[in-house]
Every structure is written in C-alpha cells, then in structure tokens.
C-alpha cells in the first residue's frame, strides 16, 4: 500500500512538471506569433517575387548590352553586382519591417544575431590583419618579387592589410590572405632584385661529348640578350637515371637581366642549345631506342 501511494505521488508530480514544460512551450509559441504581423507577411511573399523578378530582368538587360557594347561589359557588370547588393539589403530590410512587429524583444534578438555574425566576421579580419603587419615587418617577400605559394608562381603586385594579390606568368590575379603566409613555406626568387636565377636541365646520352656539350651550353646562356652577365653563367655536369637508363644531364644555371624575361630568356637558351647540339651531332639518350630493343 505504502508503494501504490509512493509510485502514485511521483508520477503526479511528474506530470505537473511535462504540464508546465507544455504550458511554456505553448506560451513561447504565442510570444512569437504576437510578434508576427500576418497581415504583411502576404505582402512580404509579393515583394520577394518582385524582387527575384526584378533581378531576373537586370541580368537580362546588362547581358544583352553587353553583347551589343562589348567595351562597356565590365562596367555593365560592376553596376550589376552594386545594384544586387542594392536590391538584396532594400528588399530584406522592407520584408523584416512589414512581417514582425518591432518591439524591445526584436530589438535584443536583432542586436544579439548582428553581435554574433559581426564576432564571426571580425575573427578572420583581425587575423588577416595581425598576419599583414607581420608580412610587412618579416618581409618574407616584397611587392615585385617572383614568388612560388601553395603551387602558384608569379609576381607579387600589391600587400595590403588582410590580404596579398599575386600575377601568374598565365597572367591570373590570386587573391591570398594574409594568415596563409604564417604557416606555409613561400619561395622568393629575386627578393626585391630585378635579376633572378633561372635553371635550365639538358640530356644527352652517355657517349656523346660531354665537354663540348657543356661549352655550347655555356656560350649559348653567355650571349643571349636575357642575360645578367655581372653574375656567373654556371653549366653543372652530373650522371643520372631517366626511366630506368643513364643519361648526362647538364644543368644550366643563369641570371636574367629581369623577372619579366625569364621565360624569353629560357626559351632562348634552349632553342640556341638544341641548334648548336644538332650541328655538332650531339644527340639526347635513345631511350625510346633502348626500349624498343628490350621489348623485342
């Protein structure tokens, strides 16, 4: 009997407790509805349908310009991107404004959300910014200087507070922010120098002539227009395997007058080498010889 009374007095209580999570829940709920003007939540549907509308005929219209004025496009599109941003903050401002009821409550939920997402937002600012301080102090790099990052290779153009914008030699502008650089190796090919090494391998075969090889690569590097004579023109000589074969390669290691160059300077190099190779008979490995003769 003691039990029944027990099991019966816990599971009153217990009920009292699911009651009054029911009767919060029910009354948080007509919270919010209070809060919610229904009558402009229709109008709020009607104005993001115009809005969507609206942006539909705007890409439409800058599109067919475009093609029509091509030299305007960029503008045309700069114009655009504003207008969206325009759009998109007008729209949702009007839509918030005609759906809820404005009050304190709103008020703090506002402030919190805007608290929060602007914390977020600041968080990887404040990064960049404390990395971009720390790239102009350190100075791993300079503006101008031909830099390898992550993969990507070309001339850095500006450093700025949160971020650092590179030109590829595919002329591509990379965008790189700031608080990449403290944990990633960067490679400066120059560092603040107009003049940079370039290193060019060349193959020949084993019994070719491997002296000779090395003057004509050494002439051609010396005389060509790209060159930065004050610095050493250096041809490296070193035995070596290529798919599975020995072969002589012969490392090329010159200073071009300018990073902007350095392509040209490689080309020409090379196609003064391989003229100079053909006329003195100096042939690369026959490798493809090699492997045609141990498959038969």
């Known amino acids: 009997m003691f039990r029944l009374i027990v099991l019966i007095f816990f599971t009153s209580i217990s009920c009292s407790v699911v009651a009054e999570d029911d009767l919060a829940s029910v009354t948080n709920l007509q919270q919010i509805a209070s809060l919610i003007r229904w009558s402009g939540v229709l109008f709020s549907m009607l104005i993001v349908a115009g809005t969507w509308l609206l942006l539909k005929f705007i890409a439409s219209l800058v599109d067919n310009i475009g093609?029509?004025?091509v030299q305007y496009r960029m503008l045309l599109q700069k114009l655009q991107s504003f207008l969206q941003f325009f759009i998109y903050m007008s729209a949702g401002i009007l839509v918030f404004m005609l759906s809820f009821r404005i009050n304190d409550q709103i008020l703090a939920l506002i402030g919190g959300t805007l608290a929060v997402s602007v914390g977020f937002a600041l968080k990887d600012l404040a990064a960049s910014f404390i990395a971009g301080m720390t790239v102009m102090v350190d100075r791993p790099f300079q503006v101008g200087d031909r830099v390898t990052?992550?993969?990507?290779y070309g001339d850095i153009t500006a450093i700025g507070l949160r971020s650092v914008r590179m030109r590829t030699l595919t002329d591509d502008i990379i965008t790189i922010p700031n608080n990449k650089f403290l944990n990633e190796v960067t490679v400066s090919g120059n560092y603040g120098a107009?003049?940079?090494q370039v290193?060019?391998?060349?193959?020949?075969?084993?019994d070719e002539d491997i002296t000779l090889a090395r003057d004509l690569i050494q002439e051609a590097a010396s005389s060509s227009r790209?060159?930065?004579l004050p610095k050493p023109v250096t041809v490296l000589v070193k035995?070596?395997?290529?798919?599975?074969?020995?072969?002589?390669q012969l490392t090329c290691k010159a200073y071009v007058v300018d990073t902007v160059y350095e392509k040209l300077f490689?080309?020409?190099?090379?196609?003064?080498?391989?003229?100079?190779?053909?006329?003195?008979d100096i042939k690369p490995p026959r490798i493809a010889l090699y492997q045609q003769g141990s498959i038969e």
């Open 149 to 152: 990052f992550e993969g990507n």
């Open 226 to 228: 790209y060159v930065h």
């Open 67 to 69: 093609s029509q004025f």
């Open 266 to 280: 490689e080309t020409d190099i090379t196609l003064r080498v391989m003229s100079e190779f053909r006329k003195h």
């Open 239 to 248: 035995q070596t395997m290529a798919d599975n074969y020995l072969a002589i």
């Open 199 to 206: 290193v060019i391998p060349f193959f020949v075969g084993l």
């Open 194 to 196: 107009l003049d940079m």
